[in-house]
């Protein structure tokens, strides 16, 4: 199944969404993990998520769906590999502007244009602008979901990450820098100006897929494009392999209270 077909190109059933859910099943005890884990089934997910959050904020932490077992021990994993403490990236981090990684992203794709003559740049990036959609398709929030039937899973994890900022979660999960992937401190300075403008807060870090709770989206079209565009840099796939063109993306992100990103 295509990409495409897979995450844009059909309604999902997310929460609340009418038809019948799947049957949950008694969560499972969590698998081993650096942070506190709480199990839940996959139906409830969201509606935990935003309950902990609540509860965990003020206490200093902030709660992140991780997904089923299998992508918790790939989270495991890959943070196991991290050489560098979050202490360390977050240093980084903020002496990284979101405005210098957004740069150096578009030079990247402008420098891998010289390789090949026959693309052509639109608009400063390697992507087609295209035309204001008609019917929007927005993103809902469904990582706790199966990506071929779109049923929730029967168990899923959320983590409680010690940062009381959720930007910061990708510190603490050495999440990134892996194939077009940003590394972590990027992914720290990125969600921290889309917090500040849009208070966007992270849902889930799901194996390749992130995806935000935004309680702010931009309201207009001009606002929604430019946020696109830097959605485009950040994370080229939900375009090339998603959308199609910037304003498709943009005319889902216009008023939309989730966003989405996948890295092949």
């Not at 003020?58 to 992140?64: H, I, R, T």
């Not at 790939?74 to 990684?101: D, H, K, M, Q, S």
């Not at 979901?145 to 999960?173: H, S």
Request: one cysteine or more.
């Amino acid at each position: 199944m295509a990409f495409w077909d897979s995450w844009f190109g059909k309604k999902r059933p997310g929460p609340g969404a009418a038809g019948k859910p799947a049957v949950a099943a008694a969560p499972q005890p969590p698998p081993t993990f650096p942070y506190p884990l709480v199990s839940v089934a996959g139906p409830q997910a969201l509606a935990e998520w935003e309950r902990l959050r609540v509860t965990w904020r003020p206490e200093g932490a902030c709660p992140v769906l991780l997904g089923d077992r299998e992508e918790v021990d790939r989270a495991r994993a890959a943070l196991e590999g991290e050489e560098t403490r979050p202490e360390g990236i977050l240093r980084a981090a903020a002496t990284r502007t979101p405005e210098a990684f957004f740069e150096e992203r578009l030079k990247e794709q402008q420098e891998s244009l010289e390789l090949d003559a026959e693309i052509e740049l639109k608009d400063g990036l390697i992507a087609p602008r295209g035309e204001w959609p008609a019917s929007p398709s927005p993103h809902t929030l469904d990582a706790h979901a199966d990506i071929v039937t779109g049923k929730p899973k029967a168990t899923v994890y959320i983590a409680r990450i010690p940062p009381a900022r959720p930007w910061e979660v990708f510190a603490y999960l050495g999440y990134g820098a892996w194939n077009d992937c940003p590394a972590p401190e990027d992914h720290v300075a990125a969600h921290r100006r889309w917090h500040e403008r849009h208070g966007a807060e992270v849902y889930a870090v799901a194996g390749d897929v992130v995806e935000c709770w935004v309680p702010r989206p931009p309201q207009d079209r001009d606002g929604a494009a430019a946020l696109a565009r830097e959605q485009y840099l950040y994370c080229a796939d939900i375009v090339d392999q998603g959308t199609g063109t910037l304003l498709n993306l943009a005319g889902a992100l216009k008023g939309a209270p989730a966003w989405f990103f996948w890295w092949d």
